[in-house]
């Protein structure tokens, strides 16, 4: 009788744990992004992506898809240049009172790191960099990450980036669309200037069911240039070749949504900001 009573406490432990986890939509763990050289990462899973986000550097150095496909496709090895080290997100503080905010390669400046919240539906992690000037605010939700700028230094400016790879590799087959217009654009075409509110833009491969958006939550008239390189876009929100110009607290999501139609991705877009 006592066994039977065990081996059902046993058992109802094991299903209530089950429960928990089938409810819990943002789970994070500790590990190794050994696609990205084998540095230490927090690992963020999600119902529509994991995130590996270098405890280091403090930025994206892989974003998997459903399918395991890792659409950012950083990896810290010196000159490999656009094929790996320049890769991620936000990619934002690049010689403006040190590099940070950048999945670690050689020329990344070091931050510390705390976990402010995990809850079932959301975690947030703050990262500071080594010289106390700049402060990055990571928040993951379900459908998406979003990154603020929460500190900025002061006197000096930033970008928010997107250098990755559409579907795991860039090809002449990509595209991508954008709040200017519902055309779609073949991923060698570059987008100049401001985009209109809400400023945003997604790629997408014709083998892939879905696009990585990326989206700025405030509206400016600052450029949003968008060139594509043989191995990686290069899409920087307050950016024109290498100038910077966000100097105030901003918020930016990456994300990915499970259509290629233009009205879906902006109607994802519109709720975000809702």
Same mark, same amino acid.
């Given at each position: 009788m006592l066994l039977l009573l065990l081996n059902a406490c046993t058992d109802q432990a094991a299903q209530t744990k089950q429960a928990a986890q089938t409810k819990q939509k943002v789970n994070l763990t500790h590990g190794i992004d050994e696609s990205? !050289?084998?540095?230490?990462?927090? %690992? %963020?899973?999600?119902?529509?992506?994991?995130? /590996?986000?270098? +405890?280091?550097?403090?930025?994206?150095?892989?974003?998997?898809? @459903?399918d395991g496909v890792d659409w950012?496709? #950083?990896?810290? +090895?010196?000159?490999?240049?656009?094929? !790996?080290?320049?890769?991620?997100?936000?990619?934002?503080?690049?010689k403006q009172d040190g590099s940070y905010f950048h999945a670690m390669n050689a020329k990344t400046?070091?931050?510390s790191s705390v976990v402010n919240m995990e809850s079932?539906?959301?975690?947030q992690i703050t990262f500071t960099s080594d010289n106390k000037q700049w402060e990055g605010t990571w928040d993951f939700h379900p459908?998406?990450?979003? #990154?603020?700028m929460s500190k900025i230094s002061p006197g000096y400016k930033y970008w928010v980036q997107y250098?990755? *790879?559409?579907? $795991?590799?860039?090809?002449?087959?990509? #595209?991508? #669309?954008?709040?200017?217009? @519902?055309?779609?654009?073949? %991923?060698?075409?570059?987008? %100049?200037?401001?985009?209109?509110?809400?400023?945003?833009?997604?790629f997408g491969d014709p083998n892939s069911p879905r696009m990585l958006y990326m989206l700025h939550h405030e509206?400016?008239? /600052?450029?949003?240039?968008? *060139?594509?390189?043989?191995?990686?876009?290069?899409? $920087? /929100?307050g950016r024109q070749d290498k100038d910077k110009y966000l100097t105030t607290v901003q918020t930016f999501s990456i994300g990915l949504v499970e259509s290629k139609a233009y009205s879906v991705v902006d109607k994802t877009i519109k709720q975000i900001l809702e």
């Open positions: 990205a !050289g084998g540095d230490s990462t927090y %690992i %963020i899973t999600t119902p529509s992506a994991t995130y /590996f986000l270098e +405890k280091t550097g403090g930025g994206l150095s892989s974003m998997n898809d @459903k950012l496709g #950083f990896h810290k +090895k010196p000159g490999s240049a656009h094929k !790996g080290e320049y890769r991620g997100f936000p990619n934002a503080i690049h400046d070091p931050s079932k539906n959301h975690v459908d998406r990450c979003d #990154f603020t250098e990755g *790879v559409p579907n $795991g590799q860039m090809d002449s087959t990509d #595209f991508w #669309f954008s709040s200017a217009d @519902k055309k779609l654009h073949l %991923i060698n075409e570059p987008q %100049i200037g401001d985009l209109p509110a809400p400023e945003w833009m997604a509206d400016d008239n /600052f450029p949003d240039n968008y *060139v594509s390189r043989p191995d990686m876009t290069v899409l $920087g /929100f």
